[in-house]
C-alpha cells in the first residue's frame, strides 16, 4: 500500500490518567500503538498528535506501512467499551470538562495531515469518571 | 512500574537501540532495526514515564525484557 504525501490519516487516540505517575495523562494512539503522555488531557493530546506526525512521517520516509502498527484488538476492545458509556463534547469544552471532575477518560478521533504536518480534531468523547476509568483498567 | 527517562534511555541503548534528542518539539526517538518511536520527554532526563508507555515501546521496537531491567 502506498501513501500519497497529503493523505489524511484517521487515528482514534483515547486519554486517561497514568495509573502509576501521579498528575500525568496517557495519550494511547491505537491506530499506531504510539503512547505518550502529557500534563494535562489538552497536553497529552498534544503529545499524541507530535508523536503520531512523528511516526507517520518516519515510517513514509522508510517506506514503512504504518497500519502495521496498530494497537493489539485488546486495546480496542477497551476503546469500544468506554465508547458505550461516553457523550459526545465539543474539543472546545475539553479543559473544563476535566476540571467539572464528571469525565475521567476521552477518545478523540483526530485526522492528521500528513504533507501540510497540520491536524484537526471534529470528535471528542468523554467517558466515564476517573475512578469509573481506572476500574476499567484494572 | 514508573521510571525515568534517563534509565530507560540506558536500558534501551544496552537493548541495542539507538535514542536520538530531537530538534524540536518534546519526543526523543528510540530507534531499532529501522523502526522508531517517539519517547515522551517533557522535563529532562528526570522525566517519569509510566507503565503503559514501557509496554508501548516493548510491543512496538520488539523488545519483551525492558521492563525486567529497569
Partial sequence: ?138 | MPCHFRDLKRVSEEAGCTVEEPSKGSHWKVRKDGKMYPIPVHNGLKTEIGNHYISGVERALGLTDLKTKL
Wanted: aromatic residues 6%.
Fill in chain 1, 1 to 138: 500500500m502506498s501513501y500519497h504525501q497529503s493523505q489524511l490519516f484517521n487515528a482514534w487516540v483515547v486519554l486517561r490518567p497514568a495509573e502509576d505517575v501521579r498528575g500525568q495523562w496517557v495519550a494511547h494512539c491505537l491506530d499506531l500503538d504510539a503512547v505518550t503522555q502529557g500534563d494535562s488531557p489538552s497536553h497529552a493530546l498534544n503529545m499524541a498528535i507530535e508523536a503520531s506526525s512523528m511516526i507517520l512521517l518516519d515510517d513514509i520516509e522508510r517506506g514503512v506501512n504504518p497500519v502495521l502498527r496498530r494497537a493489539p484488538e485488546q486495546f480496542w476492545s477497551d476503546m469500544e467499551n468506554l465508547l458505550q458509556q461516553s457523550t459526545q463534547i465539543e474539543a472546545s469544552q475539553l479543559h473544563e470538562s476535566v476540571a467539572s471532575g464528571r469525565f475521567g477518560a476521552f477518545i478523540v478521533q483526530m485526522f492528521l495531515n500528513v504533507q501540510k504536518h497540520t491536524q484537526s480534531i471534529p470528535l471528542l468523547l468523554a467517558g466515564p469518571s476517573t475512578a469509573d476509568a481506572l476500574q476499567q483498567a484494572h
